[in-house]
């Protein structure tokens, strides 16, 4: 019997990062700034060092990871990669499931997998301060874990909602030394103005990033830092799917359809994208994103140009969009509320050459608990929904009878959302469908360009 665990030595952490856009039929759309007309990369310097602008809008295939970057990577890498051969028998599946986890890393998800070289490239930058914003934590944990390392002094805007109610995930970010702050908060024009309209709102991540952004641009030694979306992020990820595409290359497998949730596509990118490479060299891969029917940001979103944040600070992105001033409802899978999603994502989505699947909330928490019963490992609420994903996959495989691989990204661990699967057992979790009529509103306020 083959491996359980496919694991690889430290030594073949991967030396550079895939970048997807050398291999897309067609250039990335460009942003755009406040005239309408594609920015100039000096435009981001206010926030962003140059090494990360030089790799938001790099063309080349691969880059190479700085060697201490790959140092501070064997603290958690290579993740391992597990044949999940329980879940298969308690399916009763002729596929062979497989899952890439992330949990292993010290705040538990992917995240610091960017968080690392972000930080990273800022510190070389002669940057002292690092300003974020977080949902649920799973972010700002992360940028604390490495802010720490570099003597950079990170500042977390923590959507106001998540801060109350998540207070182990601050207390966490205070271990590694960051300054969490509520927002919508008082101290930037962006939370003023949102607490003018509204003094008890709740926050949105639109909001804390509108303050994380304003606060950066603003101040000579500070620089702002985005856990997903953008391209260098995606670009970081993919670590995780050369890893894994090196694991199954070692038990001799190779995936029909490789699944991962979709928030802002970070983790979807990380591990679908050095699989796209091969399906651009004419290998047929199935790539699937998955998100919540409660924020169907690909699957009812618009294609259109659309602002980052809330307050329309951030330059104009291509993407799929539910409309920047969108209000996802209180699901548990907090690093899926967002109206937007990665324009690398959105563009592969729109060419036909990835899919996207939308997922209720009380299916994925079955998916996760029926996961964990056979696997062990209790899974985020957001990798609850890649768990869902695989399963009908897996189902559909023993109607067909076919012996289909199955890969997909458990992208965290849940031990800090428990109170999340207790409200589930305790029957108070509910679906949320987004009404065609709410998207319609939503797009109404669209900026509009060109
Ligand atoms: C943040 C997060 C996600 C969603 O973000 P992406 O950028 O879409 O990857 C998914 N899973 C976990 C565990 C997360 O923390």
């Known amino acids: 019997m083959s491996d359980t665990k496919i694991l690889l030595p430290e030594s073949e952490i991967p ?17 755009l700034g406040p005239d309408g007309q594609p920015i100039t990369p000096d435009a981001l310097s206010a926030i962003f060092p140059d090494a990360l602008i030089e790799q938001e809008v790099s063309g080349e295939r691969w880059i190479d990871i700085p060697d201490e970057v790959r140092e501070i990577y064997r603290l958690w890498r290579p993740s391992p990669l597990f044949r999940a051969r329980r879940l298969e028998k308690a399916l009763g599946t002729p596929a062979r499931i497989y899952y890439k986890y992330e949990g292993v890393s010290p705040a538990g998800s992917h995240k610091p997998n960017t968080a690392l070289a972000q930080a990273w490239y800022n510190r070389e930058a002669g940057i002292r301060r690092l300003t974020t914003e977080t949902g649920a934590g799973q972010w700002g944990s992360s940028l604390a874990l490495v802010g720490q390392m570099f003597g950079i002094e990170v500042r977390v805007y923590m959507v106001k909602v998540s801060y109350e109610q998540k207070p182990f995930r601050r207390s966490m970010m205070q271990v590694w030394g960051a300054e969490v702050l509520a927002s919508p908060t008082d101290q930037t024009e962006a939370g003023r103005r949102i607490l003018a309209e509204d003094p008890d709102s709740p926050g949105s991540l639109g909001i804390a990033i509108s303050e994380a952004v304003e606060e950066a641009a603003s101040r000579d030694d500070t620089n702002y830092s985005l856990g997903s979306v953008l391209n260098h992020v995606l670009l970081h990820q993919t670590v995780i799917g050369q890893e894994a595409k090196r694991q199954l290359e070692m038990v001799g497998d190779y995936p029909d359809v490789v699944i991962a949730p979709c928030g802002g596509g970070s983790n979807f990118g990380g ?13 047929e891969v199935r790539l ?23 307050i329309g600070l951030t330059p104009l992105m291509k993407m799929y969009t539910l409309g920047h001033d969108f209000m996802p409802p209180g699901i548990h899978a907090g690093g899926l509320r967002y109206h937007g999603d990665s324009p690398l994502v959105s563009q592969l989505y729109h060419e036909g050459l990835i899919e996207a699947v939308a997922v209720p ?20 609420p957001e990798s609850c929904h ?25 992208s965290g661990h849940g031990h800090f959302d428990m109170a999340a699967y207790d409200r589930y057992f305790n029957g108070e979790l509910e679906d949320f469908e987004y009404s065609e009529e709410a998207v319609r509103a939503s797009m109404a306020k669209l900026p509009k360009v060109g």
């Open 15 to 31: 030396a550079q990062w895939y970048n997807v856009i050398a291999d897309m039929p067609n250039p990335p759309a460009p942003p």
């Open 271 to 283: 591990i679908a994208f050095p699989f796209f490479a091969d399906k651009a060299a004419g290998r």
């Open 386 to 410: 890649a768990i869902c994903a695989a399963i009908d996959e897996a189902n559909r495989a023993r109607e067909t009878g076919e012996p289909k691989t199955i890969l997909f990204n458990l």
């Open 288 to 310: 699937l994103a998955v998100e919540p029917t409660s924020c169907p940001t690909l699957t009812k979103g618009q294609y259109a140009y659309d602002f980052g944040d809330t």
């Open 361 to 380: 909330q009380l299916a994925t928490f079955e998916a996760g608990v029926a996961f964990a019963r056979a696997e062990g490992i209790i899974p985020a």
